[in-house]
């Protein structure tokens, strides 16, 4: 079971989700975004743990797999650090 976090809730993630709820072998284990009720209420409809530093949750959750789905000017950074940490 591959083990996969969302970095930002905002109108795209929902096809993320979606995609990932559908497969047998991923679980969603976490997502991330800097505004917390986003963060939360999108835990909330897909049962997983939520943060606002993503960071925190690349660090925290053991994710095999992340999805960003912030602005394009954020992707390198987020993409830099979640290949560092594996």
Do not use: F, W
Request: proline share 1%; charged share 20%.
């Amino acid at each position: 079971m591959l083990k996969a976090g969302i970095i930002g809730c905002g109108n795209i993630y929902g096809m993320h989700a979606i995609s990932l709820n559908l497969l047998d072998d991923v679980k969603l284990a976490a997502v991330c975004d800097v505004k917390e009720e986003r963060a939360k209420n999108a835990a909330q409809q897909y049962n997983c743990t939520y943060y606002t530093d993503y960071k925190k949750m690349i660090e925290n959750e053991g994710l095999d797999v992340v999805h960003i789905c912030t602005p394009h000017y954020l992707h390198a950074e987020m993409a830099v650090y979640a290949a560092n940490k594996g």
